[in-house]
């Protein structure tokens, strides 16, 4: 999976929801199994370390992460 331009030279961190954790993670780009565009920008799914794949994308809410409900749909 290419990652450039996506990463800044600095690393990018990412702050899920992980619903085995019931909480948000910190997450940083080597979690990242997958990149998807959509009509709000990029959603990216990553693996959490307790193996549970998690979404975070751009949307409409804006603050970075998504929904709980809809990162059990992702995979």
Do not use: W
């Amino acid at each position: 999976m290419d990652l450039h331009g996506f990463v800044s030279q600095d690393g990018h961190m990412f702050a899920p929801y992980c619903s085995r954790h019931q909480s948000r993670i910190l997450l940083g780009f080597e979690s990242v199994v997958g990149i998807e565009q959509t009509a709000f920008g990029p959603k990216v799914l990553l693996r959490c370390y307790c193996g549970e794949v998690v979404v975070h994308d751009m949307g409409p809410s804006g603050n970075g992460a998504a929904d709980p409900d809809r990162a059990a749909s992702a995979v």
